[in-house]
């Protein structure tokens, strides 16, 4: 192997088969921030899960894409309603995302949300720096995951706070120092 006068490898021969586990490596290796995925049933009883897959798909019209287990309960709750919030993350809500990374049953009962008329989903109030209500404009299902493409409606600034991020298997802070 030899490197190039920018420091960029060459000829590289440690090459590994793309398996679920050697790909879940790899992303782990892209920091991402943290949301909570929330949506209301058709009864009322609010859903949430932790995401890390979610990205800006555009800004006109806006729109952002979550990635979604198939079997959530979360993603039922929003393809029945077809709307959602995201709850970005702040530095200090790492037991919140946790909390939603469980599934533990009880996790609503554990935070302060509110849930109004007009809400894609319940917001996190102490945990989220930011969130967004959005409806949904379409999803496409890919292996176990459905991949569903949001359009923000409304967008609250919360709190002035680092966000959350979480990237090679740990939960970490903003760093400026750059």
């Known amino acids: 192997m030899t490197m190039t006068p920018g420091g960029v490898r ?8 793309s398996t679920p586990d050697s790909f879940r490596s790899f992303m782990s290796g892209f920091p991402s921030g943290v949301a909570i995925i929330t949506a209301t049933d058709r009864q ?12 800006s798909a555009t800004t006109d019209p806006p729109t952002l894409i979550v990635g979604i287990r198939a079997e959530s309960p979360t993603l039922k709750a929003l393809l029945e309603s077809r709307a959602f919030a ?15 990374a ?8 554990e935070v302060r949300w509110e849930s109004r008329p007009g809400y894609g989903g319940p917001h996190l109030l102490d945990d989220a720096h930011a969130v967004a209500d959005c409806r949904v404009s379409d999803s496409v299902l890919v292996g176990r ?34």
């Open 10 to 17: 060459e000829g590289t021969d440690h090459a590994r088969e």
């Open 44 to 55: 009322g009883s609010p859903w949430g899960m932790t995401c890390s897959a979610l990205c």
């Open 86 to 100: 995201v709850n970005l993350l702040h530095e200090r809500a790492r037991n919140t995302a946790e909390l939603f």
């Open 102 to 109: 469980s599934g533990a049953p009880d996790r609503f009962d």
């Open 145 to 178: 995951q459905r991949i569903v493409f949001g359009e923000p409606f409304h967008i609250y600034d919360l709190a002035e706070t680092e966000p959350l991020l979480y990237g090679l298997r740990r939960y970490s802070r903003w760093a400026v120092d750059f």
